[in-house]
């Protein structure tokens, strides 16, 4: 089976900065794979190199069996052009944990926005979907309303379903809840957990550790730049073999 994500000896640095260390992960599709560790420890860095958004100085990431941001021919890389990095990128959602809606379209417009502009679909299709999804994220009331008009878990759920919209094929979520007040979290991972079950393939850089323990299927511990340590979830979070995965979470749970 092809994996979804394969991440081989990932290096990454900013100028003299060695941010990721060689990271090997590998996520299988239709898994929920869950990102932990401490804040600079990469984890936004990584997912905005599977996307490539950033690009990487040494090792292998593939998505779907495809190289990021190259061709290879025989045993050589061609790096590819801007078009086909864009073209790639749409096969991913990515949400974030500041919700970077369009301000000036309503919630509706947002979710319509990429289908149309992007992939030239008419409005009636692209409309219908946005119907579908803003149901689907419990907002079928919510399509004419403008983000500022909207609370910070209904915000996010309109990113979720604006990041669906494109039909992406892995989704990757970084700290989706983090910037919520607390009684707008479980809307939010409950809109996750629907995805998850559906069979969508996610990787979820989260501190809900209850979210990872009952919706995970794999999570992995970093800490500068380094995977210290990964399982299970539920075996990593109950018994951590790592003092650094230890002292971690004992701050987290
Ligand atoms: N574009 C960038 N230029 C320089 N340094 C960066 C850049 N992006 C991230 N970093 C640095 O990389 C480290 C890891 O950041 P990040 O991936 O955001 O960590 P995390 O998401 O785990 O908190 C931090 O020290 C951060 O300052
Ligand atoms: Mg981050």
């Known amino acids: 089976m092809t994996a979804m994500v394969r991440a081989e000896g990932v290096h990454k640095s900013f100028g003299t900065a060695h941010i990721l260390k060689g990271i090997d992960l590998e996520v299988a599709p239709r898994e929920v794979f869950c990102l932990i560790g401490p804040s600079g420890s990469g984890k936004s860095t990584f997912l905005r190199c599977i996307n490539h958004l950033e690009q990487i100085n040494a090792g292998r990431l593939s998505v779907d069996g495809e190289l990021v941001g190259y061709r290879q021919k025989g045993d050589k890389l061609y790096e590819l052009k801007d078009s086909e990095v864009a073209r790639k990128r749409r096969d991913i959602g990515m949400v974030f944990q500041r919700f970077n809606l369009f301000p000036h379209m309503t919630a509706i417009e947002n979710i319509m926005e990429a289908p149309v502009q992007v992939r030239g679909e008419t409005k009636a299709v692209a409309r219908a979907r946005a119907v579908r999804l803003l149901d689907r994220v419990g ?112 701050k987290v749970l």
């Open 139 to 250: 907002l079928a009331d919510k399509a004419a309303s403008y983000p500022a008009q909207l609370s910070g878990g209904q915000q996010q759920r309109v990113a979720i379903a604006r990041a669906l919209a494109m039909e992406p094929k892995l989704m990757l979520f970084d700290e989706p809840t983090s910037a919520l007040d607390p009684e707008l979290v479980g809307d939010v991972l409950d809109v996750m957990r629907g995805l998850a079950e559906e069979g969508m393939t996610m990787i979820v850089v989260t501190h809900e550790m209850g979210f990872a323990r009952e919706v995970g299927d794999a999570l992995v511990f970093m800490d500068d730049g380094v995977v210290v340590e990964s399982g299970h979830p539920r075996d990593v979070l109950t018994n951590p073999r790592h003092d650094r995965t230890k002292s971690f979470l004992s």
